[in-house]
């Protein structure tokens, strides 16, 4: 039987690398609470993502729920999101005390629609949290427009845009702060972690403080506080993958122009979009399939495919607005568009040592799922 293909595989350094790097915890007995490799790491992240400042915590999920909780944004107050995302950005809104409104995305890259977001204003909208879905951007510079214009926060979930640019920018500059997931799966990984980015340092002060307790000293404790540290571990995770981030993504592009060929000569398989001034980091390979021309539904194509011991992800199935916890509490009918992509996306196996002859075998399963 042959191996299981899954939607990612986690990349790794060399083993000799990361015994390498991890050496000196030992010699200082030093395995968390912001060490060494912590430092490092952050130095690291902040030139290479080139951003003006930045935090490490232990994951991208509660660096999103403490970013929310460090601008102070008022209990009740309404947030402007998109429900094509992973559940993480919801919940970090409705943990916050804060009422997701659900905004519709645009069909051409499952960002968020920017037409439709200043009708959903009104006096209680405190902030904007966007997603940069796939490694897609949002129209950064309309959003920047209508926050400032309303007065409203913008935090973006940049999970999936780990070393983007825009406009050679790096893309955790744009808005109030972005947060990144470093989780296992994602183009660059510390095993768990994540960071924000931002430029106000008072901000990074209270995130550092909320990160750890909201302890401020020996004996001052400023803020309620949660437990977000990244390890000693995790961070020396961090340096060495970062080493051959670069590679990783280089890889990446040949597998991606490897199904764009092969997948761009079926009719009603629609592909990803390039975007303009954007440098991508091939985080994803969503597919769309239109029943209409395609011979077959999304779930047709993911029998077939998992007939064959690969195994795809309906990655946003459902939107995060028609999960049982949301489904009753939220407007779950306000964003056709979420709904239509949602029901018709499966994002194929896509990491950076998946052998062409794979890609060629599940391009030739999708030109014939539905014989
Ligand atoms: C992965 C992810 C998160 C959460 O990050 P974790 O590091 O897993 O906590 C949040 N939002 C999106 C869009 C994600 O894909």
Not at 29 to 47: C, D, I, P, R, V
Not at 136 to 158: F, G, M, P, S, T
Request: charged share 25%; aromatic share 10%.
């Amino acid at each position: 039987m042959s191996e299981n293909i899954l939607v990612t595989r986690s990349s790794m350094p060399p083993f000799d690398e990361y015994v390498n790097e991890i050496k000196c915890i030992w010699d200082s007995h030093w395995m968390t609470n912001m060490g060494e490799k912590h430092k490092e790491l952050a130095e690291s992240l902040k030139s290479f993502l080139e951003v003006p400042e930045i935090e490490l915590l232990v994951n991208g999920h509660l660096a999103l729920e403490l970013t929310m909780q460090a601008f102070n944004l008022p209990k009740g107050g309404e947030v402007i999101t998109t429900p094509f995302t992973f559940i993480s950005t919801t919940h970090s809104i409705v943990r916050n005390g804060l009422v997701p409104v659900f905004c519709d995305i645009n069909e051409t890259d499952y960002t968020i629609d920017v037409d439709k977001i200043e009708s959903l204003i009104t006096d209680k909208t405190v902030a904007i949290v966007p997603v940069h879905v796939y490694g897609n951007i949002c129209d950064v510079e309309r959003i920047d427009e209508i926050a400032k214009k309303h007065n409203l926060k913008v935090i973006y979930d940049a999970a999936h845009a780990f070393s983007v640019k825009y406009k050679g920018k790096g893309i955790g500059s744009y808005g109030d702060a972005s947060i990144f997931s470093f989780h296992a799966t994602k183009v660059f990984n510390t095993i768990e972690g994540g960071c924000v980015t931002f430029s106000d340092k008072e901000i990074g002060k209270k995130l550092y403080k909320l990160k750890n307790f909201g302890i401020a000293g020996k004996e001052v404790i400023d803020y309620i506080g949660s437990n977000a540290k990244m390890n000693e571990f995790s961070a020396a995770m961090g340096i060495c993958n970062l080493r051959h981030l670069n590679e990783e993504i280089a890889k990446r592009k040949v597998v991606k122009e490897r199904y764009d060929e092969l997948l761009s000569k079926i009719d009603g398989i629609k592909i990803g979009v390039g975007q303009k001034d954007v440098s991508k980091n091939y985080a994803y390979y969503p597919i769309v399939v239109d029943e209409k021309i395609y011979p077959g539904t999304r779930d047709d194509i993911c029998e077939k495919l998992e007939e064959r011991n690969i195994f795809p992800r309906k990655y946003f199935y459902p939107i995060t607005n028609q999960v049982d916890c949301y489904k009753d509490v939220f407007d779950a009918g306000n964003t056709p568009t979420a709904e239509y992509v949602s029901k018709r996306v499966l994002t194929l196996p896509f990491y950076a040592d998946l052998s062409l002859d794979k890609v060629d075998e599940i391009c030739e399963i999708i030109g014939n799922a539905s014989k």
